[in-house]
Antibody, heavy 121, light 107 residues
């Protein structure tokens, strides 16, 4: 059974940093592209970032580029999102998401339950 | 790239719900649809315009042409009440775009 379990969310002050993690199980983690998608309270889904299967290529939404960094440790089946210079508008549930296959144009077939990041003073 | 959905759709049990997703020449792109129930993570219900993942009822179908993609739910049940999002990969920006979301209410 495919499982994605996020952790590391919490309350952080504006301008602060936080790293969220996602532990994957039930599939060959090192063969799938992975994404982070976020959802602000009461709002819609917004794609944040993508990383390819070996971690060599990353892509970011314009709203987080230069502030967020996606990475993975395939030996630990873990995906990370390092967030810095956080703003109030970064407050959201952050979902770890698997792409259905190794490539750009594949649907998001498995989602974690999400971890809430709140940015407030 | 912007994907526009109606904010809400209301449907009686047993009837058909139609959810649209508008985008410039969206018919040239592959559209995926997700269902999100309150307090839960999204679930993929339609991929590549009209394919269904295993476990998704045949009542869910999709189509895509011109400037509009459509998710259709036939014989609607109370359990179909949820938010629905369309999504595409924008090859020009290499970014992923979600629609604005549609809340389906079963009367």
């Amino acid at each position: 059974e495919v499982q994605l379990v996020e952790s590391g969310g919490g309350l952080v002050q504006p301008g602060g940093s936080l790293r969220v993690s996602c532990v994957a199980s039930g599939f060959r983690f090192n063969t799938y592209w992975m994404h982070w998608v976020r959802q602000a309270p009461g709002k819609g889904l917004v794609w944040v970032s993508r990383i390819d299967s070996d971690g060599s290529r990353t892509t970011y939404a314009d709203s987080v580029k230069g502030r967020f960094s996606i990475s993975r440790d395939n030996s630990k089946n873990t995906l990370y999102l390092q967030m810095s210079t956080l703003r109030a508008e970064d407050t959201a549930v952050y979902y770890c998401v698997r792409a259905a296959a190794d490539g750009s144009n594949f649907p998001f077939d498995y989602w974690g339950q999400g971890t809430l990041v709140s940015v407030s003073s | 790239y912007v994907l526009t959905q109606p904010p809400s759709v209301s449907v009686a049990p047993g009837k058909t719900a139609t959810i649209t997703c508008g985008g410039n020449n969206i018919g040239t792109q592959s559209v995926h649809w997700y269902q999100q129930k309150p307090g839960q993570a999204p679930v993929l219900v339609i991929y590549y315009d009209g394919d269904r993942p295993s476990g998704i009822p045949e009542r869910f179908s999709g189509s895509n042409s011109g400037n509009t993609a459509t998710l259709t739910i036939t014989r609607v049940e109370a359990g179909d009440e949820a938010d629905y999002y369309c999504q595409v990969w924008d090859r020009r920006s290499d970014h992923y775009v979600f629609g604005t979301g549609t809340k389906v209410t079963v009367l």
